[in-house]
């Protein structure tokens, strides 16, 4: 009886540990439409705002999502703009991710869910807290990735 008990608690404090390493994650899903204007998306989560605005056209509406990840320290987010499990066949003319309320790290762009594309696709404005299309950006895009770390209180 006291190896069971003792199995249970080695289970139980395992469990626990492994939540408490594990990355919190809210995640938005809507559709990115090939209507050739502008349009935007925003999502909010751990008091941070990604704001993603775009021009896209070609083939027709796909299933998009804007997840951000707080890190196991809570010091960090991760704002990923991704088409899940597939590539985009959409092309965007433009694009723009503005985070609020955290200060931008680095940036990150793929073509799919592997392969990255080259960094000087993307603009980082640091006093603005946006990254966008470079002038070399070739309008394929599955994934954008942006690391930031959150302000704190004294510094919004």
Same mark, same amino acid.
């Given at each position: ?10 289970? =139980? ?7 408490? %390493?594990?990355?919190? @994650? &809210?995640?938005?899903?809507?559709? +990115?439409? /090939? $209507?050739?204007?502008? *349009?935007?998306? *925003? ?8 704001? #993603? ?13 804007? !997840? ?13 703009? &991704?088409? /899940?499990?597939?590539?985009?066949? +959409?092309?965007? &003319?433009? #694009? ?5 309320? $955290?200060? =931008?790290?680095?940036?990150? =762009? ?6 990255? %594309? /080259? !960094?000087?696709? +993307?603009?980082? !404005? ?13 309008? &394929?895009? @599955? ?10 209180? @004294?510094? %919004?």
């Amino acid at each position: 009886m006291y190896i069971h008990r003792l199995n249970s608690l080695v289970v =139980i404090v395992i469990l626990a540990i492994i939540t408490r %390493l594990a990355v919190s @994650s &809210e995640i938005y899903h809507f559709e +990115l439409k /090939p $209507a050739g204007i502008e *349009q935007h998306v *925003q999502h909010e989560a751990y008091g941070v705002q990604c704001s #993603f605005t775009y021009s896209a056209e070609g083939g027709t509406k796909e299933l998009w999502s804007v !997840d951000i990840k707080r890190s196991k320290d809570h010091k960090d987010v991760l704002c990923v703009i &991704e088409r /899940p499990d597939k590539q985009s066949y +959409l092309m965007f &003319e433009s #694009f723009s991710v503005h985070v609020s309320n $955290a200060n =931008i790290k680095n940036a990150k =762009i793929y073509k799919d869910q592997d392969n990255k %594309l /080259p !960094d000087d696709m +993307l603009v980082i !404005d640091h006093s603005k807290q946006t990254v966008s299309n470079s002038d070399s950006f070739k309008n &394929e895009m @599955s994934r954008l990735r942006i690391r930031a770390s959150i302000r704190s209180r @004294s510094e %919004l």
